[in-house]
């Protein structure tokens, strides 16, 4: 015969065991949960980190940097390097061989992206959709212009190379104000001059090897820009602020398109450099 005692004990322990079941099935539940709403979160998250990694790359790759800001005005900068480099289209190549073969398979989703865009000689940034830089890294050239109806108000310069023997300035005007600073290994040069937004200005530099020039206004069909030509073998450092009169704003990105899908997520978006 069963005793009460025992009795009471074995209704205990069931009572107790099925405690345990119900709460760790429970726990099991709202951790799987968890884990899903933490993935879900993740997905947007791992896209945005993929686009800021390859930008960096590309930002290495063509040795260039870029930033918008914009209130009562706008206002670019860029800053890079003029040389003699014809390594960077294969650069391109293989990084997007690498991106596309090696580092995309290893990550969420399903990526893809084609960089021949920025490998056809060319690499293009857009300031939204109000101004482009281009540096045509064969020819070595660099070219910022507003792709809208933006007046320039003025343009800061700084340029850097070795050699540098004199100068000669090309230009009238009076609506526009440049401040260029030219800093060589021996020589040095600063200049304020006025210049009219829709006329051609330019400043030929000449050094030992060859020569560059800085054009202002209107260049190539476009006004209020600005485009520096190098035709040297040395390298030109060179950093571009220039003013306008509109207040309009937007990323800065380059012309190249990153493809991502992930359960509820299927977007193309352009690499951005600055958010």
């Known amino acids: 015969m069963i005793s009460k005692k025992g009795f009471l004990f074995t209704i205990s322990v069931i009572f107790f065991a099925s405690t345990l079941v119900f709460f760790a099935q429970t726990f099991s539940t709202n951790n799987n949960a968890n884990e899903a709403r933490i993935i879900d979160s993740a997905r947007g998250i791992n896209l945005f980190s993929a ?9 290495r790759i063509f040795g260039i940097n870029a930033d918008y800001n914009y209130g009562s005005t706008s206002s670019t900068f860029v800053s890079g390097v003029l040389s003699d480099n014809p390594t960077i289209s294969t650069s391109i190549s293989n990084y997007s061989t690498f991106l596309n073969n ?8 399903t990526k893809s992206i084609d960089l021949s865009s920025l490998s056809d000689g060319v690499m293009e940034v857009f300031f939204g ?12 050239t660099a070219f910022i212009y507003p792709l809208q109806s933006n007046v320039l108000q003025s343009v800061d310069i700084n340029l850097y190379s070795t050699d540098f023997n004199t100068y000669q300035w090309v230009g009238t005007g009076s609506e526009v104000t440049l401040n260029i600073h030219f800093y060589g290994d021996s020589n040095s040069l600063s200049l304020t001059k006025t210049v009219d ?10 050094f030992n090897d060859a020569n560059a020039v800085v054009r202002f206004g209107s260049v190539l069909g476009k006004t209020s820009a600005v485009f520096i030509d190098s035709n040297r073998v040395s ?6 602020k220039s003013n306008y009169s509109s207040s309009s704003g ?3 990105f380059f012309n190249a398109i990153l493809r991502n899908t992930l359960t509820g997520i299927d977007s193309n978006s352009f690499i951005v450099l600055r958010r």
């Open 102 to 109: 090696s580092f995309f398979p290893r990550v969420t989703g």
């Open 129 to 140: 959709s109000f101004f482009e830089f281009d540096y045509d890294y064969q020819n070595q």
């Open 235 to 240: 390298a030109i450092n060179y950093s571009i």
């Open 51 to 59: 686009g800021d990694d390859i930008s960096f790359d590309l930002e």
């Open 250 to 252: 937007g990323r800065v």
């Open 197 to 206: 937004t829709s006329s051609a200005s330019s400043l030929l530099l000449i």
